[in-house]
Antibody
Framework: EVQLVESGGGLVQPGGSLRLSCTAS????????MSWVRQAPGKGLEWVSS????????????????HYADSVKGRFTISRDNSKNTLFVQMNSLRAEDTAVYYC??????????????WGQGTMVTVSS | SYVLTQPPSVSVAPGKTARITCGGN??????VHWYQQKPGQAPVVVIY???DRPSGIPERFSGSNSGNTATLTISRVEAGDEADYHC??????????FGTGTKVTVL
């Protein structure tokens, strides 16, 4: 069974750091790009970051709903350990606006472009004093 | 930045047809994907590349895309279709862009 399991969420103070993990099973992890997508309480989905299968290429959201000041670029770092089938995101300088459920997702190339075909159950990150 | 606009809510009676729109500048030139998200659950792809259905998704789900609007159509709506629906595209500047989301309520 193809499965993604996130961990590492929790309560953190503004300005603090957190590292999320996502353990994959049921598919060849190293052959697939992976992504983090988040969802603030009561809000829509927001793409955060993606990484290629080899880990050599990374992408980050430059803005949040058009607001560049809320970008994760420069604060979040995505990485992966293909030997352990695990995806990570290191989140620094956390803000209240980063409060969300963070989903790990597997990318699948289609005829058009990538879709997120498999999702984890999500892990909640709360940034509050 | 590229923006996708969806109606906040759509209500439909069982057995009827629900149409959920996703508006974006020249969205017809992009591939549109649709995700269904039930309360407390992770999203699931229901339509990809404008109109293709993953295996296991009922034929009642269909999609179209032209001009500045993409549409997800749910025919013969069932109570189990009640969920949030999100459209998504790839943009060369913003990478992966999601719509604002639409809550479908089955009356």
């Amino acid at each position: 069974e193809v499965q993604l399991v996130e961990s590492g969420g929790g309560l953190v103070q503004p300005g603090g750091s957190l590292r999320l993990s996502c353990t994959a099973s049921g598919f060849t992890f190293s052959r697939n790009a992976m992504s983090w997508v988040r969802q603030a309480p009561g809000k829509g989905l927001e793409w955060v970051s993606s990484i290629s299968g080899s880990g050599g290429t990374t992408y980050y959201a430059d803005s949040v709903m058009g607001h560049y000041a809320d970008s994760v670029k420069g604060r979040f770092t995505i990485s992966r350990d293909n030997s352990k089938n695990t995806l990570f995101v290191q989140m620094n300088s956390l803000r209240a606006e980063d409060t969300a459920v963070y989903y790990c997702a597997k990318n699948l190339a289609t005829g058009g472009d990538d879709i997120f075909d498999i999702w984890g159950q999500g892990t909640m990150v709360t940034v509050s004093s | 930045s590229y923006v996708l606009t969806q109606p906040p809510s759509v209500s439909v009676a069982p057995g009827k047809t629900a149409r959920i729109t996703c508006g974006g500048n020249n969205i017809g030139s992009k591939s549109v994907h649709w995700y269904q998200q039930k309360p407390g659950q992770a999203p699931v792809v229901v339509i990809y590349d404008d109109s293709d259905r993953p295996s296991g998704i009922p034929e009642r789900f269909s999609g179209s895309n032209s001009g500045n609007t993409a549409t997800l159509t749910i025919s013969r709506v069932e109570a189990g279709d009640e969920a949030d629906y999100h459209c998504q595209v790839w943009d060369t500047s913003d990478h992966y862009v999601f719509g604002t989301g639409t809550k479908v309520t089955v009356l």
